[in-house]
């Protein structure tokens, strides 16, 4: 399973870089709004920094914004993945610049039929938002699990990118679906680097390890 950081914040994007941890990032225009200042100076910095798939997001509503948004998008580098919504133009723009080559992200996606209709317009991802279904009482991951068996039934090429997380146990659930990716807020990653257990752990060896040292004042490893 491959991991995107779900941010337009450039120091958690390097500090997990540098850890080798992303396979990619994912933004949008709230991301984008949170972080501040210029955002094409971050979204020039951001696929500057990451190697892997790097999703931007266009804000045209209608098909011909859409393209033009997503041809100007993909100036910053060629592994921008254009995402658009889950919309009639969103669709339409997704199947133009599928097939001129420029690989799509259709965002927004909330139901199974959507999930299908994006896979057949020809997206390279689709994103359902599994925190935001759990939110209004619905049963996010089970969306997934919909979603992992109709693609496996028609060999669609539609790579499912669980957004939306909220928590560690979401990643482990869509892991064991075997969805292909999940796209993390800086907090979650941070917390599955965790346990208490690693914690305590360390700190007996280095206390024994000192122990070892006032005995052998010289030793080193
Ligand atoms: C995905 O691409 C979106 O940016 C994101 O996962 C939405 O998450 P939210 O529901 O926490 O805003």
Redesign the pocket.
Known sequence: MKIFL?TANLESIKKFNDMGLLDGI?T?P??LSKEGGNPKDAMAEITKIIKGDV?LEVVSTEYSGMMEEGKRLREYGDNVIVKVPMTPDGLKACKSLSSEGIPVNV?LIFSPNQALLAAKSGAKYV?P?I??LDDIGQDGMHLIKEIKEIFSNYNFGTKILV???RHPIHVIDAAKIGADVV?L?PVVLDKMLQHPLTKIGLENFLTDWEKLKAVNPDIKI
């Open positions: 779900d994912t949008n709230s991301l999703s965002t994103s938002f925190g935001r957004a939306s997380i796209t807020p």
